[in-house]
């Protein structure tokens, strides 16, 4: 089976819709695939951030005024362009609440979105062997690996506690981004840097997904996310020793 007939297949593959023989043959393939996996993953987060979401009750206060503005126009038919005024902005207070509500779920999706692809892309690693496609922890090996690879240069060194064992060009968020390995006692630590294309992003934040931790930061123009299974303490002490040390 090939990456387009399991496309195809995907979302029934997700439900568990597919016979036994199918969906034994889609599985061997994404198992085998880093893409169709990705894939999988994301749909997954969509279906899980759909259900995170859930229903937004009508405002009280929005059901009052209908019910005013109704009954003020059955007292008085002939007020027609009153009753359009005033129904046009309660229309308008409509809207305006769907727009806020379109935000807040797109943001809710995109957040989803992003902590899914960065699990499937550390899962993916962990799981194929191939954490890395430099394995050196020193700098002036493995900042000039990335070169001809990526259109930006990752700041790659060892940190106290947090030895670089390599690097790796990984695709995440859509783009190609460096991946750069490190290990903290038995913990592998895997930070994902790529250009920063927001400016709200300065500060660092923290998540879970799937029981791993997952760190967001930036360092001038590169943005830094940091995932593993160590705890969110451990892991901030990474994070501020790569914050502290820019690339010279």
């Known amino acids: 089976m090939n990456c387009e007939e399991t496309q195809e297949l995907l979302e029934a593959f997700h439900d568990g819709e597919l016979t036994p023989e199918t969906r034994a043959m889609v599985a061997a393939h994404v198992k085998a695939c880093a893409n169709c996996t990705r ?3 994301q749909l997954g987060a969509l279906r899980d951030a759909i259900k995170s979401v859930g229903r937004f009750p009508v405002p009280e206060s929005l059901r009052d005024n209908i019910a005013k503005a109704t009954a003020a126009e059955r007292r008085a038919p002939w007020r027609r362009f009153g009753f359009g005024a005033l129904a046009a902005s309660h229309i308008g207070v409509a809207l305006a609440g769907g727009l806020i509500t379109y935000a ?6 995109s957040r989803a979105f992003e ?3 960065l699990v499937a892309a550390h899962v993916r690693a962990l799981m194929s062997g191939a954490l ?7 700098t002036h090996t493995v900042r000039p690996w990335f070169a001809g690879k990526l259109d930006f240069a990752p700041d790659a060194r060892s940190f106290e506690g947090f030895p670089l064992v390599g690097a790796r060009v990984d695709y ?4 190609n981004v460096a991946a750069l390995v490190y290990t903290h006692q038995k913990h592998v630590i895997d930070v994902f840097v790529s250009p920063s ?3 709200n992003d300065t500060g660092l934040t923290r998540s879970t997904r799937n029981g791993y931790t997952i760190l ?3 360092v001038g123009d590169l943005r830094y996310r940091a995932i593993s299974d160590l705890n969110a303490q451990e892991l901030e002490a990474l994070a501020h ?3 502290a040390k820019p690339a010279q």
């Not at 807040?104 to 999706?109: A, L």
């Not at 890395?132 to 020193?138: E, H, K, L, R, Y």
């Open 39 to 41: 894939d999988l993953a």
């Open 104 to 109: 807040v779920m797109g943001e809710t999706f």
């Open 115 to 117: 902590a899914q692809d």
């Open 132 to 138: 890395t496609q430099v394995a050196s922890s020193d």
């Open 172 to 175: 995440v968020g859509g783009r």
């Open 197 to 199: 294309t927001s400016f």
């Open 216 to 218: 967001s930061w930036r």
């Open 241 to 243: 020793q790569l914050d």
